[in-house]
């Protein structure tokens, strides 16, 4: 299924930090194991879906990597589920760009929202399904190695000042 990007939806008083980065999934046949609710590897899809929308929208896609020959990989992901979802469940996840040491490593910071009036949440309140935090390190595409940000990420990938409401 293909994510929708898009900009700060739901209301921003519903985020834990201010303006994130948002797409929209709708949760779907495939995303559920045999328990009945999302499989715990679909979260995790859905968390690197944002970071590459998030990539791409600062100028970064996949292409653009390729070309300077570096890219963002995972180096460390800390997940926190709070509520199971569930078929037909939208999901708003939502990306801050929390920190970045400029030269080798950046964090992202994630929430992901299940929309009101679904799998027993309020009518017309968002619920906080899961909250995560995932450490990046820049790599040399060709070697597969770390190694310094080039100029170009450092000034896409500048992070933002996170904090709570």
Excluded at 71 to 93: K, W
């Amino acid at each position: 299924m293909t994510d929708q990007v898009l900009s700060g939806q739901p209301a921003n008083e519903e985020w834990d930090y201010p303006a994130p980065f948002v797409i929209h999934h709708v949760v779907d046949a495939s995303d559920i194991d045999e328990l009945g609710h999302t499989n715990n590897v679909c979260y995790l899809a859905w968390l690197e879906r944002c970071a590459w929308a998030h990539s791409a929208a600062v100028g970064f896609d996949v292409k653009q990597m390729l070309a300077v020959n570096r890219a963002m990989v995972v180096r460390d992901v800390r997940m926190q589920y709070l509520q199971a979802t569930f078929e037909h469940d939208e999901l708003y996840i939502g990306d801050w760009l929390s920190a970045s040491d400029g030269r080798l490593r950046a964090t992202r910071t994630f929430q992901i929202l299940r929309a009101g009036a679904q799998s027993g949440s309020l009518p017309g309140k968002n619920v906080t399904v899961m909250r995560a935090e995932v450490d990046f390190v820049c790599i040399d595409v060709e070697r597969g190695r770390p190694t310094r940000m080039p100029p170009e990420f450092v000034a896409a990938y500048q992070p933002v000042q996170l904090s709570p409401k």
